[in-house]
């Protein structure tokens, strides 16, 4: 791989503002080195590494609690499809998970997902298909108790087609957004991930009948050129929903 620095001063210190180009390569292709590109001049990338997080995802989270504060101290918190780890490197010490804040509340997080992911001091983590018959008995038995903040950064592997993209991520986060109403104390949080589209009139209609306030944003270190934000459900009103019936034809417009 050829990598061409170019740039120039802009801090008057000698720092100096580079872009990394690079040069296509034989057997790889174009679309896959537009985002190595991105990736090696993705501002979030580079400080994610420099302050230890295991991907640019946790800014996502940074933001999205400092609007609207669910990750405190005491709080029991969920991470579904937590690969690889850096939205719970933001809610450990946010909710005090280590119990190193003295006089403030001690806070657990969980963290399930498909695959192994490698540990991270203050939390517990398990292999699971939260979809899978009886998930929620198992979250709740790991978690001991009830949560107060279900989240999820989850997407479906892309397949290269829009449309389709966007109809497997509405799925996943209404597959969510179901465990979560089976798992969430009352008063808890629902935070995941979806696309902008017009797919999302269900779940809309769905967040709002268990939730009091149903929020969306799009946190500034999400890429300008991507279609995703993220919805926040706060004051979980308690109680399971039934499943929708498929001829069901919900007036609800899109998130947004």
């Given at each position: 791989?050829?990598?061409?620095?170019?740039?120039?001063n802009?801090?008057?210190?000698?720092?100096?503002?580079?872009?990394v180009?690079v040069?296509t390569a034989?057997?790889?292709?174009?679309s896959?080195?537009?985002w190595?590109?991105?990736?090696?001049?993705d501002?979030y990338?580079?400080r994610?590494?420099?302050?230890?997080?295991?991907?640019?995802a946790?800014?996502?989270i940074?933001?999205?609690?400092?609007?609207?504060?669910f990750?405190?101290?005491?709080?029991?918190?969920v991470?579904?499809g937590?690969?690889?780890?850096?939205w719970?490197?933001?809610?450990?010490?946010r909710?005090n998970?280590l119990g190193?804040?003295?006089?403030?509340?001690?806070?657990?997080i969980?963290?399930?997902?498909?695959?192994?992911?490698?540990p991270i001091?203050g939390?517990e983590i398990?292999?699971?298909?939260?979809?899978?018959d009886g998930?929620d008995?198992?979250?709740?038995t790991?978690?001991g108790g009830e949560?107060d903040?279900?989240?999820?950064?989850?997407?479906a592997?892309?397949s290269?087609?829009?449309?389709?993209?966007?109809?497997?991520?509405?799925?996943?986060?209404?597959?969510?957004?179901y465990?979560s109403?089976?798992?969430?104390?009352?008063g808890?949080?629902?935070?995941?991930k979806?696309?902008?589209?017009?797919a999302e009139?269900?779940?809309q209609q769905l967040?709002?009948?268990?939730?009091?306030?149903?929020?969306?944003?799009?946190p500034?270190s999400s890429?300008?050129?991507?279609?995703?934000?993220?919805?926040?459900?706060?004051g979980?009103?308690?109680?399971r929903?039934?499943?929708?019936?498929?001829d069901e034809?919900p007036?609800?417009?899109?998130l947004?």
């Amino acid at each position: 791989m050829a990598k061409k620095p170019t740039g120039k001063n802009t801090s008057g210190r000698g720092q100096r503002d580079l872009t990394v180009k690079v040069k296509t390569a034989r057997g790889r292709k174009l679309s896959s080195t537009r985002w190595l590109q991105r990736q090696l001049n993705d501002p979030y990338v580079a400080r994610a590494r420099a302050e230890g997080y295991r991907g640019r995802a946790a800014f996502k989270i940074m933001e999205l609690d400092d609007k609207f504060r669910f990750l405190v101290p005491g709080a029991r918190v969920v991470d579904l499809g937590c690969a690889p780890g850096g939205w719970i490197q933001v809610a450990v010490p946010r909710i005090n998970a280590l119990g190193e804040k003295k006089g403030k509340a001690v806070g657990t997080i969980l963290g399930v997902d498909l695959q192994e992911v490698d540990p991270i001091p203050g939390a517990e983590i398990h292999v699971l298909d939260f979809m899978a018959d009886g998930a929620d008995d198992q979250v709740k038995t790991w978690l001991g108790g009830e949560a107060d903040v279900v989240m999820s950064d989850m997407a479906a592997s892309s397949s290269g087609h829009k449309q389709t993209d966007h109809l497997r991520i509405i799925a996943l986060c209404e597959a969510a957004a179901y465990l979560s109403f089976d798992v969430l104390a009352p008063g808890g949080t629902f935070v995941a991930k979806v696309l902008a589209g017009g797919a999302e009139g269900d779940l809309q209609q769905l967040l709002k009948q268990k939730f009091t306030k149903v929020h969306h944003m799009k946190p500034p270190s999400s890429r300008s050129d991507s279609s995703e934000k993220f919805v926040v459900a706060t004051g979980f009103r308690g109680g399971r929903v039934a499943e929708p019936e498929e001829d069901e034809d919900p007036e609800a417009g899109p998130l947004g």
